[in-house]
């Protein structure tokens, strides 16, 4: 038994039939005045005018400052010393590698003579040329958490070969701390000892958030190779500011770190008496040692360079303004129609 089923697409003389359009998707963008860059907008005109009063500008303002920068770099006073070869003795200037690396104690003294007189605090840097802490693998020596945390103090795979010792891992870790600077300075006025303060001469983030206050020297310079300065064990990470400036790397291969600050006068003519222990090994890399005593200003330490470039800057922004004045007064040129810098006008009003 079979049938025919009423086909849905036919119908009587009054059906109709329904067929939807195909949609077309559009990638035009949605139209808005920040799309289509109609937003309003300042359009100078560079006349003669504008362009000499802000060369001018320019130059009344970089002018006095490179010169208050530069009078200001010039009061510093600066006692700088370098004593890498005159603190070892003639007959072993031969090997001063073999020299540095002997047992014997390697103490000089040199008198320094004050040029000027240098109000306190008088800061007292040491200088190293050559010494490249900016090379990649010396500067991924150094675990942060191990110097933060008591807990992370096996956290040493990126220390190596200063990463354990007798099975032990060294805290701190890592080559920065195993070549911490270990020459030391001692000062003398008039058969009188001038004291170095060695308190907040690092950064204050350094000593609150990268250095743990419950983190002490573990296993420290007890492997075979011999470094720079030992820490005391008793004393927290936190408050050893001379591995605190050390650890932070320098960007050059020539930097200055701070060792203390003299918080005494000095008078023009005094002489001091310096006492160094030249034990920091630089000659197996002809690096060279200095020892620097400085003041400051409000600009800081001693930098011409910044006072110099103001006045470059300024200097030749007054040459252009001077060169255009005079060109726009002896060959003047007739300016264009400012209605051809904008497109939906039409040249001219026509």
Same mark, same amino acid.
């Given at each position: ?15 109709? @039939? !329904?067929?939807?359009?195909? @949609? ?102 040491? =200088? ?17 958490? =191990? ?8 956290? @040493? ?51 609150? !958030? ?60 005094? =002489? ?23 003041? @400051? ?54």
């Amino acid at each position: 038994m079979s049938w025919n089923a009423p086909s849905s697409s036919s119908g009587g003389a009054g059906s109709s @039939t !329904h067929v939807s359009a195909p @949609t077309t998707i559009s990638k035009r963008p949605k139209y808005s005045k920040f799309t289509q860059q109609e937003l309003p907008a300042c359009k100078p005109i560079l006349t003669p005018g504008w362009v000499i009063s802000t060369f001018m500008l320019v130059s009344i303002v970089f002018i006095p400052i490179g010169v208050a920068s530069l009078f200001a770099s010039r009061h510093v006073v600066e006692i700088v010393y370098r004593y890498e070869t005159d603190c070892i003795p003639p007959a072993s200037r031969r090997d001063k590698v073999k020299y540095i690396q002997s047992i014997e104690d390697k103490i000089c003294t040199k008198n320094l003579t004050v040029p000027k007189h240098m109000k306190q605090p008088i800061y007292v840097y040491y =200088q190293l040329d050559n010494f490249y802490q900016n090379h990649r693998r010396y500067v991924k020596s150094r675990s942060d958490g =191990q110097l933060k945390y008591v807990s992370s103090e096996n956290e @040493t795979q990126d220390c190596k070969p200063e990463d354990v010792a007798n099975r032990i891992s060294i805290v701190p870790c890592g080559l920065i701390a195993w070549s911490l600077f270990n020459d030391t300075f001692n000062f003398s006025l008039n058969n009188q000892q001038l004291a170095v303060n060695k308190r907040g001469i690092s950064w204050k983030s350094d000593r609150e !958030h990268k250095f743990g206050k419950n983190v002490y020297p573990k296993n420290f310079r007890s492997g075979t190779l011999v470094g720079g300065a030992q820490l005391d064990s008793s004393i927290p990470l936190s408050e050893q500011e001379d591995l605190i400036v050390w650890m932070r790397t320098a960007a050059f291969p020539t930097f200055r770190k701070l060792y203390g600050k003299i918080e005494v006068d000095l008078e023009e003519n005094e =002489q001091i008496q310096v006492t160094l222990r030249n034990n920091y090994n630089t000659y197996s890399f002809n690096g060279k040692k200095k020892l620097v005593l400085s003041t @400051t200003t409000w600009l800081g330490g001693k930098n011409d360079f910044l006072g110099i470039a103001y006045l470059a800057v300024g200097g030749l922004c007054f040459f252009l303004a001077m060169a255009f004045t005079i060109v726009y007064l002896f060959k003047p040129r007739q300016l264009g129609d400012p209605t051809y810098l904008s497109w939906n006008q039409n040249p001219g009003g026509h």
